[in-house]
């Protein structure tokens, strides 16, 4: 490392979407937290070139209508920063429903977000209204099919979503209804949404119950966790 | 319905099914929401357009902060819904709301609407509708309701819609909107029960007298002649004034401005910081209403301009600013501004955007000051092909001064310029169309000695309205057919691949001649119109002119007799009763130069031209 060549710094930034909020998209609260790094007055850098930019990256996009417990962020520093001072400062310049849960400073080299962070985890609660037969569980972890056709545009495509599933787990909620629990695996070549397997379970119709909530509890790089 | 039941309404069923939901959740950074037990007066700004269009808007910006500062009032925003939205609310009964606090637009004291261009008339009577607020003042005279005011340009040719308003601020509304509030205040602290005629009726007339720039329509009794035209405009009461003068801020530098504006959610039109570097411009184009409603000119200082700009970015981390104004390059600081700006902001990738520079070498020379931290696009409106006709419409420019322009900006880089033009301008023949034609060849052909291409330009054509206020307010539109021919001989001579021409459509065009022209004989035909399904009329999708022609049908009303009357000198005006303080006299004096092809100079520099505007000049 020259002396002109400063070590690279890079924040990361744990935060929830809750509320509402998951009524904008993956742009719209990347461009909410861009603006929160800029107001707060972190020593971002910037991108070179014609149309310079923070120099940021975002993990997977959380589809619209989804809350959210943890999801990153980072974004390249030109010097450290204290980082209880810097979680305040952001939280102070964001809109209702994102919180920022934590800032961590990491040194050197980091992969971008989007091809790091390979597996999240997701719950799924269900009104007492919709029935998951207790078999389909069974049935859906058992079979290594399970075919969702996706439409983009005009186009129709059929889609095998069970290798993404790496987890699926019922259970009956105290007040009625069902909590499912599942672990989807986030590739390269593509991934399952839980909407997806949701609508396998019960159906589609039922799955776009008014009712239906899904929560992406955390989205991470599943050897490091296992490392945990 | 109260604000929690509305807002699981919303969440359940109505936001998880629309386009953008994000639209209808409020909560943005730096939005202001209040307990309304504590306050004596709301207010809810209503824009009759979609979020992405009103949150670009800098007017109600200013009133949203400025009321939101009093102890005793809110501000709270409402917008349009999308036609998706607008259905299930409908049918699942959920009304207009804030997006502040949720709160029914019924249940505020005072809702205020902007009114920023003609054909937003259908969708103010869909607010109102969606909002169970009586549609006339009339009905909320019997029945209550809020106070419905209105302000913004159209305030000034408001009276296609003027029953469906109880009050309109004519002018600088930051200079009334605080008295109106007050004397709202007064009125229900006096026990009244504004509910009542009687009550009612005070109150708007202590507004009308207030020397506020408030006009009051029913107040005011139109009377009309055998020609089909205004015969005649009356006062109901001896102490209204007559005409209503609009208000007018006269130090704009010592005036608030916003520097913590509602960051949006979504992405809006304008999604960026914004800096009002002046009010008001005297360079006198004659076709240009926002050139006389706002004189006279009044700048802010370079040093407060710097440090709203400094306050702004800190409290938004918007990434763009734009120095906004009718004439950005005639600040008289211009140079020094984008400069110290352009030092200040490169840091960290704030880019600055310049909207309306003259047609000048110089202005790409503060182009390419601000292209140092991002490239942005570079406009000039000639207007018009010909020194002649530019010479009627007093818009001096020489083509050489534009090709100038057009060279300095492709050798430094940029590969392309848009261009503004109108076609149906007073006097304009073939041969200005043709002159056109030449011009954006010769614009295009710049690039050449540069790096031996042909430089792009995209052409933004628009139809010339005769306005209200204007030297050719007396003039008719059109006609419709005759644009049409205009809109083929420009298409059929401009074949360039380079040069890509767009054209504002003439039929919605011809609307906004009715409706900028217009009487109260209008506002059944907009109610008609709203039955037949219209709606978002300024949007290309939604616009349907046949729906209008069975809405002018039904309500027995001719547009043509709107669209093309020239009015007799001598006539009395259909807004002849609401002045931006510039004398008629001097008004059809510049017609009268017009028809002769003689500039008048700007009064900044050629010495006062008496337009009766109130200023230090």
């Known amino acids: ?228 | 319905m109260r604000p929690e039941q509305l807002v699981a309404m919303l969440e359940a069923e109505l936001l998880p099914q629309v386009q953008k939901p994000g639209r209808y959740i409020g909560g943005e950074l730096n939005r202001v929401a209040k307990d309304h037990a504590e306050l004596d007066v709301t207010l809810a700004l209503a824009f009759p357009d979609v979020y992405e269009v009103g949150m670009s808007h800098v007017g109600l910006k200013i009133l949203y902060e400025l009321v939101n500062r009093l102890d005793w009032a809110c501000a709270e925003r409402a917008y349009a819904p999308w036609p998706d939205m607008e259905e299930r609310m409908r049918e699942r009964g959920v009304p207009l709301y804030s997006l502040e606090t949720f709160t029914p637009l019924a249940d505020f004291d005072v809702v205020g609407f902007s009114l920023q261009y003609e054909l937003c008339a259908t969708n103010v009577l869909r607010m109102l509708d969606l909002a169970g607020i009586p549609r006339t003042a009339d009905e909320r005279l019997e029945r209550g309701g809020p106070l419905v005011i209105a302000g913004g340009p159209c305030a000034f040719s408001c009276e296609p819609i003027a029953p469906y308003l109880d009050a309109v601020i004519l002018g600088d509304a930051e200079e009334a909107i605080v008295r109106v509030l007050e004397t709202m205040r007064e009125a229900k602290r006096s026990g009244e029960v504004l509910s009542r005629p009687p009550a009612r009726e005070a109150l708007l007339r202590q507004l009308a007298t207030g020397g506020l720039g408030v006009y009051v329509p029913q107040f005011y009794r139109i009377t009309y002649g055998a020609d089909g035209g205004v015969a005649a405009i009356d006062r109901r009461f001896d102490d209204l004034p007559l005409p209503v003068e609009r208000a007018v801020v006269r130090d704009l530098d010592a005036a608030l401005y916003p520097t913590a504006p509602v960051v949006p959610l979504v992405n809006v039109v304008h999604d960026r910081a914004v800096l009002e570097v002046m009010r008001g411009c005297t360079r006198g184009c004659r076709f240009c209403q926002a050139g006389m409603i706002y004189r006279p000119v009044r700048e802010r200082r370079m040093e407060t301009l710097l440090g709203q700009a400094r306050n702004t970015l800190r409290q938004t981390g918007l990434e763009e600013i734009s120095l906004s104004s009718l004439s950005t390059g005639d600040y008289s600081r211009i140079g020094e501004l984008v400069t110290a700006l352009a030092d200040e902001l490169k840091a960290d990738a704030t880019s600055i955007t310049l909207p309306s520079l003259r047609v000048d070498t110089y202005s790409v020379e503060l182009a390419e000051q601000v292209a140092r931290i991002k490239r942005t696009g570079i406009t000039f409106a000639p207007e018009t092909g010909g020194e002649r006709l530019r010479a009627v419409i007093n818009k001096p420019l020489r083509d050489s001064e534009l090709l100038e322009a057009a060279t300095a900006a492709y050798s430094r880089g940029w590969h392309l310029i848009k261009l503004y033009f109108m076609i149906g301008l007073p006097t304009e023949t073939d041969d200005d169309l043709a002159a056109i034609t030449e011009l954006i060849a010769k614009v295009s052909a710049a690039r050449r000695p540069h790096d031996g291409r042909r430089g792009g330009v995209n052409v933004a054509v628009s139809c010339f309205v005769p306005k209200a206020h204007t030297p050719f307010q007396w003039l008719g539109f059109g006609p419709q057919a005759e644009l049409r021919d205009r809109i083929k001989f420009l298409r059929e001579r401009v074949r360039s691949k380079a040069v890509k021409l767009r054209f504002h459509d003439p039929e919605k065009s011809y609307l906004e001649a009715v409706f900028s022209r217009g009487d109260r004989r209008l506002a059944p035909v907009v109610a008609e119109a709203v039955r037949l399904g219209a709606r978002f009329d300024d949007w290309s999708e939604h616009f349907r002119f046949e729906r209008w022609q069975r809405a002018f049908d039904a309500a027995g009303v001719d547009p043509d007799a709107y669209a093309y009357r020239a009015f007799p000198l001598d006539a009395v005006l259909p807004w002849e009763h609401l002045s931006p303080r510039v004398d008629k006299a001097f008004l059809r004096a510049e017609l009268e130069r017009a028809w002769r092809g003689e500039l008048t100079p700007d009064c900044r520099t050629g010495g006062c031209r008496f337009c009766g505007s109130i200023c230090d000049v």
């Open chain 1, 1 to 228: 490392m020259t002396h002109q060549q400063a070590e690279r710094i890079t924040a990361r930034v744990e935060f929830a979407k809750r509320g509402r909020l998951r009524f904008i998209g993956h742009l719209d609260t990347a461009r909410a937290i861009m603006r929160a790094v800029r107001a707060a007055g972190l020593p971002a850098r910037t991108t070179q070139g014609c149309s310079p930019h923070l120099d940021a990256s975002f993990g997977p996009a959380l589809p619209l209508g989804l809350t959210a417990g943890s999801e990153l962020f980072d974004v390249r520093l030109a010097e450290p920063v204290d980082v209880v001072a810097a979680r305040e400062a952001l939280q102070a310049h964001l809109p209702d429903g994102l919180v920022i849960r934590s800032v961590r400073l990491i040194t050197g080299k980091t992969e971008s977000l989007g091809a790091w962070l390979d597996q999240a985890d997701y719950t799924v609660h269900v009104p007492a209204e919709i029935m998951i037969a207790p078999e389909a569980v069974e049935q859906f972890l058992a079979s290594d099919e399970a075919v969702v056709v996706r439409t983009r545009g005009e186009r129709e495509r059929a889609v095998n979503v069970r290798r993404y599933v790496e987890r699926l787990e019922a259970f009956d909620e105290p007040g009625g209804g069902t909590r499912l629990e599942m672990t989807i695996a986030i590739t390269p070549e593509g991934s399952a949404s839980a909407a997806e397997v949701l609508g396998l379970l019960v159906g589609d119709e039922a799955a776009r119950h008014p009712g239906v909530r899904i929560e992406r509890d955390r989205v991470y790089h599943a050897d490091e966790a296992a490392a945990r």
